[in-house]
């Protein structure tokens, strides 16, 4: 199993980053997925899930709005459209499924300054 998260960076406050998580290893369109972040000092916390078909999404309240999530299950890819970003969602930012137990990939690093 293996989940490669790209497409962070640093962006201004207002911008927008669009990251993408290629999955491989196991059968991803069965699976619902997930974006976690996790700020310097804080707990992981997670930011959007998608169900397997693409139709049913949750958000957090705090990027409500803001976000969208989506998957292309023929791409083994799941995506997170960042609107409108903030200091406060500077954090490293996570994909992940669950099957038997949780499965991440190495993160990649969003961070949101002037």
């Known amino acids: 199993v293996r989940l490669v998260e790209s497409g962070g960076g640093l962006v201004q406050p207002g911008g927008s980053l669009r990251l993408s998580c290629v999955a491989s290893?196991?059968?991803?369109?069965?699976?619902?997925m997930s974006w976690y972040r996790q700020a310097p000092g804080k707990d992981r916390e997670l930011v959007a899930s998608?169900?397997?078909?693409?139709?049913?999404?949750d958000y957090a309240e705090a990027v409500k709005g803001r976000f969208t999530i989506s998957r292309d299950n023929a791409k083994n890819t799941v995506y997170l459209q960042m609107n409108t970003l903030k200091p406060e969602d500077t954090a490293v930012y996570y994909c992940?499924?669950?099957?038997?137990?949780?499965?991440w990939g190495q993160g990649t690093q969003v961070t949101v300054s002037s």
């Open positions: 992940n499924f669950v099957f038997l137990q949780p499965y």
């Open positions: 998608i169900g397997s078909a693409g139709g049913i999404t």
């Open positions: 290893g196991f059968s991803f369109s069965g699976f619902r």
